[in-house]
Every structure is written in structure tokens, then in C-alpha cells.
């Protein structure tokens, strides 16, 4: 389970966010839902250990790691814009966390084989990551991402970038993969279908501070604010 508590972090004047108090359940996703600079990937940072916060806490499976280095923390991250290696080739991309960690590279390169064979990318193995489309790097990013069986997951608006069919697969994919190796992950989003669709829990951002959290259904069935109701696209 993963927990910020407590998280505070300003830049400058700027409140980006004021005693976050957060907790996902492995194999569940949360939503955190807020318009663009509302502070959703800088939260992410911090979980990651990327950024620092002022104050409060980041807790995982039951340890404080606050403090702990981003390398050690286990935690996996996928972004809008892939980030993956332009000079490796898709099964190096995947092998790369394992690699890092001291595995040889056939048995690198067998773990790699197994996750493209999940994702239905067999095929592209050896392909650059420019002979790849945009839903097949953004499967390369999650391949990636899961085959350091981190503990928990980060997603930074990634299906942005893809069409509205390849971004509903990549959803279900991920859905899928998540229950299946029981993983929590956190999704930040400005899109409230894609929260809806994909989390069991959504908290709403703004200013720096949540200002709604509960299930899909609990928030568009009753949004607290005017302001709530805008972020979940009910009002305009
Ligand atoms: P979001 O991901 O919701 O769009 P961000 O977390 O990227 O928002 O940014 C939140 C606010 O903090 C924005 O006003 C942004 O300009 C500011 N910000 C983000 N990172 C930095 C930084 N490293 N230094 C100064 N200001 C930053
Ligand atoms: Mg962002």
C-alpha cells in the first residue's frame, strides 16, 4: 500500500500542494484529477523521490521512504511522452531496469521477450523505437515500467498522446496488468472519462489541496462544489 501523508510543497509564492493525505491499495488505481499546473505531476515526483516536499511523509508497504534515494525506492514511472531510449532498440528498452540491476543479458533479453509477448509486441523485438507507432512505444514505456516488478506504479498522463481506440486498450491493458501483479498505482489525469474509466478511487486537486476523494460514482453523483463539478467535466 502506498500513502502520502501529509505532503506540502510550495515553488516560490506557489501552493502546489497543502497536507496531501492520499492512500491507494495494491492492485487498485487513484485518479488524481486537476487541471494542467493544479500540481498532479510534481506529487508524482515526489512519490518517486524526484522532488523533495517541504513536509510530510511518502510511505510504501508499510516503510517510510521519505528519505529514501529514487533508485531504491521500487518505484516505476510512465510518462505523456514515453521517454524511451531512442538509441536501444525495443527489447533493450524493456530488458534496461534489469540490466541496471545485474542481470545478464540473455536472461535480460528472455524476461524482456516474455513481457512484449504480453503486450502483443513479439513482433517488434528488434525494431528501433521509431519503427514503432505511438500505442506500440507507449506498451514498450509499460513493459518497461513492469518488468522491475516495482511497487507501485506512476502514470503522468499517459494516454494523451494516443487516439481515443488505442487509448481505451492501453486502459484495459493496464487495468489488467495491475490486478494482476497487485500493484497500487497512482494516475494523474485532466481528463475526467479517463479517471472514471480507469480508477477505483479519484481524488479531485485544486489549489494545492483535495478537495474531493471518493469512487467514480460517489463524485459524479454528487460533486461537492461548483468547482468539483467543473473539474469533472459536469459544468462548464
Ligand atoms: P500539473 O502536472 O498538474 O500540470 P505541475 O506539478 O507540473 O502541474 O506544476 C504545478 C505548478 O508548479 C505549476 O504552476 C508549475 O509552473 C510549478 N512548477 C512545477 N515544477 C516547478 C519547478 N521545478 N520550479 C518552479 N515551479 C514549478
Ligand atoms: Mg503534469
Known amino acids: 500500500m502506498f500513502a502520502f501523508k501529509s505532503i506540502t510543497k510550495r515553488f516560490g509564492q506557489t501552493m502546489v500542494a497543502e497536507h496531501i493525505d492520499l492512500q491507494v ?3 487498485e488505481i487513484l485518479a488524481i484529477l486537476g487541471a494542467s499546473g493544479s500540481g498532479k505531476s510534481t ?19 508499510g516503510e517510510n521512504i521519505t528519505f529514501r534515494q529514487p533508485e531504491k525506492r521500487e518505484i516505476a514511472m510512465m510518462f505523456q511522452d514515453f521517454a524511451l531510449f531512442p538509441h536501444l532498440n ?3 528498452n524493456v530488458a534496461f531496469g534489469v540490466r541496471l540491476r545485474g542481470v545478464g543479458k540473455a536472461a535480460a533479453r528472455e524476461q524482456a521477450q516474455n513481457w512484449l509477448a504480453k503486450l502483443n509486441l513479439s513482433h517488434a523485438a528488434n525494431r528501433t523505437i521509431a519503427q514503432l507507432s505511438g500505442g506500440e512505444q507507449q506498451r514498450v514505456a509499460l513493459a518497461r515500467a513492469l518488468i522491475v516488478q516495482p511497487k507501485l506504479l506512476l502514470l503522468d498522463e499517459p494516454f494523451s498522446s494516443l487516439d481515443t481506440a488505442l487509448r481505451q486498450q492501453l486502459q484495459q491493458e493496464i487495468i ?11 494516475l494523474v489525469s485532466h481528463d475526467p472519462a479517463e479517471a472514471a474509466l480507469t480508477a477505483q478511487h479519484i481524488a479531485l486537486l485544486a489549489d494545492g489541496r483535495i478537495i474531493q476523494y471518493g469512487t467514480p460514482a460517489e463524485l459524479f453523483r454528487r460533486p461537492v462544489s461548483a468547482q468539483a463539478a467543473r473539474l469533472l467535466g459536469c459544468l462548464n
Open 25 to 27: 491499495e495494491a492492485g
Open 90 to 92: 525495443v527489447w533493450q
Open 43 to 61: 506529487l508524482l515526483h515526489i512519490a518517486a523521490g524526484l522532488q523533495k516536499a517541504d513536509s510530510g511523509e511518502v510511505w510504501l508497504n
Open 176 to 186: 489488467a496488468l495491475i490486478r494482476e501483479y497487485h500493484i497500487p498505482a497512482l
